[in-house]
T-cell receptor, first 119, second 113 residues
Framework: AQKVTQAQTEISVVEKEDVTLDCVYETRDTTYYLFWYKQPPSGELVFLIRRNSFDEQNEISGRYSWNFQKSTSSFNFTITASQVVDSAVYFCALSEGSDGGTSYGKLTFGQGTILTVHP | SQTIHQWPATLVQPVGSPLSLECTVEGTSNPNLYWYRQAAGRGLQLLFYSVGIGQISSEVPQNLSASRPQDRQFILSSKKLLLSDSGFYLC????????????FGSGTRLTVV
C-alpha cells in the first residue's frame, strides 16, 4: 500500500526565514509521481509541483525549491525568505504507478503541514 | 482551458436531511473524477472516484453515495445526514493517465447541525 508521511504537524517561522517541509513516501511501484499542493485559508487546493520517479533533478521556482531523493524516499519542499502569504497547509501526495494501463491516477495524500509565517 | 465548478460553497443542514453536492468539469472529455473529504484538521480522505459514466468506486464505507450521470458531472449524495458528515468536501478531476495530478474545485463546507 502507498503511504505518504508528513511528520511536521505545524511549523511557525518569522518572515524572511527559510523553511523546509518534509515528505517521506512508501510505494512498491517503480513508476510513480509526487506532488505538492498548497491549501490557503480559502480552502481551495493549489497545485505547486509534479515530479515523476525517474527524474531526481531538483527544481527551483522562485522562492520555492524541491529536493527529491529516491534513496531516502523523500520529496522535501523548501521556501526561501518566507512571506506571510506563504501561510497555508501544505500537502505532499503520491500517485499510483502504471498498472497495465488501468491506473486511475488516485492520489494518496500526507496529513499536511500547517505553516504559519509571522510578520 | 479546463475548469471545474463545485457548489454550493457552504451548506448548513440538519441531521437526517438529504444532501446533494454537484461538481462539473468543462474543457475536457472522459475525466477521472474524485470526491474527497477533509474533516476538521488536515487530512484528505478519498471518498469516491469515477473513471466513466455510471462507474463509481467507493473507497470508504459511509453514509454517502456518488453518481456520475453525465461524462463531466459528479454528484455526492446522502439520504440522511449524520453529524459526522460535517467537513470540507472537495471535487477533483484528472486526466486518464497517472501522473497528471488533480485539479480541485473550490470546495463545499458542510456543517450538519
Amino acid at each position: 500500500a502507498q503511504k505518504v508521511t508528513q511528520a511536521q504537524t505545524e511549523i511557525s517561522v518569522v518572515e524572511k526565514e527559510d523553511v523546509t517541509l518534509d515528505c517521506v513516501y512508501e510505494t512498491r511501484d517503480t513508476t510513480y509521481y509526487l506532488f505538492w499542493y498548497k491549501q490557503p485559508p480559502s480552502g481551495e487546493l493549489v497545485f505547486l509541483i509534479r515530479r515523476n520517479s525517474f527524474d531526481e533533478q531538483n527544481e527551483i521556482s522562485g522562492r520555492y525549491s524541491w529536493n527529491f531523493q529516491k534513496s531516502t524516499s523523500s520529496f522535501n519542499f523548501t521556501i526561501t525568505a518566507s512571506q506571510v502569504v506563504d501561510s497555508a497547509v501544505y500537502f505532499c501526495a503520491l500517485s499510483e504507478g502504471s498498472d497495465g494501463g488501468t491506473s486511475y491516477g488516485k492520489l494518496t495524500f500526507g496529513q499536511g503541514t500547517i505553516l504559519t509565517v509571522h510578520p | 482551458s479546463q475548469t471545474i465548478h463545485q457548489w454550493p460553497a457552504t451548506l448548513v443542514q440538519p441531521v437526517g436531511s438529504p444532501l446533494s453536492l454537484e461538481c462539473t468539469v468543462e474543457g475536457t472529455s472522459n475525466p477521472n473524477l474524485y470526491w474527497y473529504r477533509q474533516a476538521a484538521g488536515r487530512g484528505l480522505q478519498l471518498l469516491f472516484y469515477s473513471v466513466g459514466i455510471g462507474q463509481i468506486s467507493s473507497e470508504v464505507p459511509q453514509n454517502l453515495s456518488a453518481s456520475r450521470p453525465q461524462d463531466r458531472q459528479f454528484i455526492l449524495s446522502s439520504k440522511k445526514l449524520l453529524l459526522s458528515d460535517s467537513g470540507f468536501y472537495l471535487c477533483a478531476w484528472s486526466g486518464f493517465r497517472e501522473g497528471y495530478g488533480y485539479t480541485f474545485g473550490s470546495g463545499t463546507r458542510l456543517t450538519v447541525v
